[in-house]
């Protein structure tokens, strides 16, 4: 006799299976993580000028959709030459107007990363060498000031004397052995190249090679999702298929718009810095506004992260001038959070303050300065997948999936919401416990001690009086 597994049995033990599995895998990455990396590290070698021409094409989009919808196609309008985005008949006029805003869009990109090795890394490199040389003249300035401040305290003094000291021992360490051998001169530069001649030349290709891909990705990112939406067709449910290109969709929204947005807020941020830098005379504008900019791409964190290390470094040139940079750098950040950050990221993410502190926490512990910047998007998509799950499961047993519907909730009996408004529902602990306050100075037993004991007086004076 044949025994046949029913149908649901079968979709049971395959669902289970592949959980099964998920876990296993999800394990495997957040607690040995670095086995995993290790692992693959050739894989990622081998692709690597995909992978870097993959991510500077994302980091570009945002720069080609902005350059085709708010340049491009207003002028073939204006010149009487209007194009729907999906018309199969204006697919000529699409590819033009795409070819020129990739043309402007690397036009642009290069030209950047000109600038910041012509113009920015050259300042950058004469103003660490700078402060390296005149570290001693800064810790004396600094040690003046304390001086002159703190004579009538001479314990506090001898306190502020010991970690300056190990302060500038650290920095000069720093700077002298780790830092300035690895800043280039001519002289290192042709003995690193000659050594590792073959590594620069990897690097080359893998630059040139991941800038035909980009260029390759803009060109063709239709027809990449195109592609993509008929396979998931064919392989899937029509629902299902929907759901994951919805989900494919949010991925890309949020990605696109967390990264690009926060490159976008740090470099206008740093620009800002450096033009008030100049305005206030604060030493090394250009390193301190590239600090400040750089550190501001990390979220919650990066703004404090950058104000810290440019006033460590302006207090010992002058604490003056450091306390001005502070104050300046707070009033900076305040228009960041409060009116630029908003107008460019918006609700990118849907995370609250604590979710964004939680997946920087971890995310950052797991990959570095890595997951400082990507955690709070992965994060996001993650939130918004364990949100659609449980609407899905809500749905299935014909409850709300609207979150407002569970705020004065106490519990469901029978499909119906018992609200703990109603003193009435006390069942699975629902009834109001009395608070902290009350359960430590037992407010209750004081009073109800003190009935006690006016009662017992009153029947005390009443028994003297009936034997008077």
Known sequence: MKIKPEKNQVTWAITIFILAIALMIAYYIIFDG???????????DSLSGIIIGVVIAFVLLPLLEGIEEKILYPLYKLFGKETSEYAKEDRK??????????????????????????????????SIKEIATNLPIYVNN??????LFLSNNPELQKLIDSQLDAYYENLSEFLTKKLLPMLPSVDTMFKFASKSVFSIVGVMIDLIVGTIVAIYVLNSKEKFTTVGKKMAYSFFREDFANELIGGFRFTKTTFESFIGGKIIDSLIIGVICYIGALILKIDYPVLISVIVGVTNIIPFFGPYIGGIAGALLLVLIDPIEALIFLIFVIVLQQFDGNILGPMILGSSTGLS??????????????????GWLIGVPIFAVFYAFVGWITNILLEKRKLSTNTEDYYDLAYIENKEYKPLSNKENVKFNASKEADTFKKIFNVEGIKKAARQKKVAKKGKTSDQEDKS
Not at 142 to 147: K, L, M, R, T
Not at 353 to 370: A, D, E, K, R, Y
């Open 142 to 147: 600094v040690d003046e000031y304390s001086n």
């Open 34 to 44: 670095r086995t995993l990396v290790n692992s693959i590290g050739g894989v990622v």
């Open 353 to 370: 303050s604590f979710w964004v502190i939680f997946s920087i926490t971890l995310f950052g512990g797991l990959w570095g300065i890595i």
């Open 93 to 126: 006029k699409r590819e033009q107007i795409r070819k020129i805003a990739i043309l402007l869009t690397m036009v642009i990109f290069i030209l950047i990363i000109y600038s910041l090795f012509r113009i920015i890394i050259p300042q950058l490199i004469d």
